[in-house]
């Protein structure tokens, strides 16, 4: 019993120097520790701060860019991509002005339709690359899709057919079908024949469902002459 009692009062004594070597070492160092702590909160408000800053940012983009979708689907394409000077700001003053916004990053894959409606190309090409394509069946594959179609305009043939197909593989079913025919009529217009043939057959096989499916034994008899 007695041995113990010295255990822990030994244990006590040992607990209270470590406790007095925290308080010893946290008074010595307190400033610098405040310091540390100051900073951390600076970083954790800062970035509240700057989330609540792009939501508003955000909100803003999105306003923006309506009126400029309405002038695209209006087929008013240079207005849409420059603005009107007044109510519309366009496309390429939305990616400028809202730069770190998804708004911005979607306003870029309508300036390049906007340039691949205008026949201009190489603009085209310049913004749909730099859109970031998301995690979905439609939208994305399409701007893949685009980007492959003006590739094969700038007589980049090979290497549009090659993104027409990637944007088949990302796309919804009765949407790769159609990509994966463009492809196709790309490998036609190169003389590669059996390339075209084994989407065509792929398309017959796998997409029923889609309306070029009518079409596919039309097309398989055409390269296989």
């Not at 790769?176 to 036609?188: H, T």
Request: with cysteine.
């Amino acid at each position: 019993m007695a041995k113990n009692k010295n255990n822990n009062k030994e244990e006590a004594i040992a607990l209270d120097v470590e406790l007095r070597k925290s308080e010893a070492f946290i008074e010595k160092h307190l400033k610098k520790i405040l310091i540390v702590l100051a900073a951390v909160i600076v970083v954790v408000a800062g970035f509240f701060i700057y989330k609540n800053h792009m939501e508003s940012v955000e909100a803003e983009a999105q306003g923006a860019i309506a009126k400029a979708q309405a002038q695209f689907y209006q087929e008013q394409y240079e207005t849409a991509l420059n603005g009107d000077g007044a109510a519309s700001k366009g496309f390429l003053n939305i990616i400028s002005d809202y730069s770190s916004t998804e708004t911005a990053n979607l306003a870029k894959l309508y300036a390049g339709l906007s340039y691949y409606n205008l026949k201009k190309y190489e603009d085209a090409v310049k913004y749909l690359e730099e859109f970031d394509p998301k995690d979905d069946k439609s939208i994305s594959p399409t701007a893949v899709a685009a980007l492959g179609n003006c590739y094969v305009q700038l007589d980049q043939k090979e290497k549009g057919a090659e993104t027409l197909l990637k944007a088949a593989k990302q796309a919804d079913s009765n949407l790769s079908a159609v990509f994966m025919v463009q492809a196709a009529i790309v490998y036609e217009g190169l003389g590669q024949n059996d390339k075209a043939l084994g989407i065509y057959n792929d398309v017959k096989a796998n997409y029923q469902t889609s309306p070029l499916y009518q079409e596919m034994d039309k097309y398989i008899e055409r390269v296989s002459k």
